[in-house]
């Protein structure tokens, strides 16, 4: 038997923990291709101009399943993650919108977990998932899902200590660990947060290798991932807010914390365009990053932005950064030079 899940939005938050939960219960679990232009383009076909670039990215990854052969298509609704926190409303109603513009003869396998209604838990989402596989020893399922968990677990340590998505679901389904190391103190560097959900910045074809290309320019690079959800929660304090959305850890928690953090040479956001949210989000963080004085470069992608202009910017905000300290390292040898 074997499972799909499209390579898309909640898949960098939760895969490691569906890969061990599915093979732990003899169901394969088959991944889409990363993402395409062609991808892209497929997906965005199929819903109007307005919706925002992720969620056109994942019908592309439905549709790549569905090309592959596969005719079970995992797609849970992820409602709440804590009483009164919420997803943003297409991931809410992910699996709503996939049924109504990808007419085709599959299974839709859509489980849904809402934290905030009485009597909901993640047990009754995990029997959601396989009773229409046919699997109903709940034994079975609470082992599966301890093993889960463990990958899970082995995952989030390795985002912890730098390592990006990707290569951190591979070491964890094969039950390794491999840890980045950084200098935060390298004076030949500067330190950068890069804020966006998990499905912004680890999709290279999204992201446009954004990663990579900051490594070259000299830089360090900072994600949420690496915060533990305390640290989150004084980024909230330090914006002055409180959660509400679900994905706000990684968004509104993680640019509070990294602006007020003395290592930190300044931060990179990066939203989608359209997305109401991070819209919200960015205007906090902009203000902010102004009374924390720290430089912020604002980067809004669609299925139309070209690589281009996008590394000119993020070239011209890096070189900022590498003059502001040179000059700051000038200014405190002429200090230094004046009081001897």
Known sequence: MKIGIPRGLIYYTYYPFWHAFFTELGVEVVLSDKTTKQIVSNGSALVVTETC????????HVLNLLDKGLDIIYCPSIQSIEPKIYNCSKIRGLPDLIRNVIKRNYLLIEPTFDMSEKGQSFENCLYESVIPLGIKDKKKIKKAAEIGWRCQSSYEKMLHFGLEAERA?????????EFQ???????????????????NIFDEHIS????????????????????????????????????????????????GFYLNDPKIDGVITITSFGCGPDSIMIERMTRYAKKFKKPLLNLTIDEHTGEAGFITRLEAFTDMIFRTKRASKLALNKNQAINI
């Open 208 to 255: 446009m290798k954004v990663i990579s290309k900051m490594k070259k320019m000299g830089a360090n690079v900072y994600f949420a991932g690496e915060l533990s959800k305390k640290e989150a929660q004084e980024g909230f304090k330090n914006l002055d807010t409180t959660l509400y959305w679900a994905n706000e850890y990684e968004m509104t928690g993680a640019a």
């Open 169 to 177: 679901i591979k070491m964890a389904i094969q039950g390794k660990e």
């Open 53 to 60: 670039l992720p969620v056109k990215v994942y019908i592309g």
């Open 181 to 199: 190391t950084k200098n935060p103190l390298d004076k030949e560097k500067i330190n950068v947060a890069l804020i966006s959900h998990g499905y």
